[in-house]
Nanobody, 128 residues
Framework: QVPLVESGGGLVQAEDSLRLSCLAS????????MGWFRQTAGKEREFVAAIDRGGAGAYYDDSVKGRFTISRDDANHLVYLQMSRLIPEDTAVYFC?????????????????????WGRGTQVSVSP
């Protein structure tokens, strides 16, 4: 069983919006800290957004701040990434991730090492 499954990717035009979803299973979702990362060919996976337990705190990379919104639905084990005003530079495979160590995550939420489970990714392509 794959603990995280992303969906919602696709091909859109610049300035369009898209919402990614990530369905979690196999662990206590409300105990998790969740993040979104993205990766393009030949580059390292980069941080996009993160949200803490209960959704009180949300964090964003500067490149998406003001355009993307992360949220979570603990009742349905879902985390979302609402993407608006997309630009071609947002083209990437987007990955959902779950972490569980609060002290480590609070310091390193924007690094891959803060996460234990990863999804397989969903492709987002933005045309000019």
């Amino acid at each position: 069983q794959v603990p995280l499954v992303e969906s919602g990717g696709g091909l859109v035009q610049a300035e369009d919006s898209l919402r990614l979803s990530c369905l979690a299973s196999g662990f206590i979702f409300s105990d998790s800290f969740m993040g979104w990362f993205r990766q393009t060919a030949g580059k390292e996976r980069e941080f996009v957004a993160a949200i803490d337990r209960g959704g009180a705190g949300a964090y964003y990379d500067d490149s998406v701040k003001g355009r993307f919104t992360i949220s979570r639905d603990d009742a349905n084990h879902l985390v979302y990434l609402q993407m608006s005003r997309l630009i071609p530079e947002d083209t990437a495979v987007y990955f959902c991730a779950a972490g569980f160590n609060p002290s480590y995550w609070n310091r390193y939420y924007n690094t891959a090492g803060a996460y234990y489970y990863w999804g397989r990714g969903t492709q987002v392509s933005v045309s000019p």
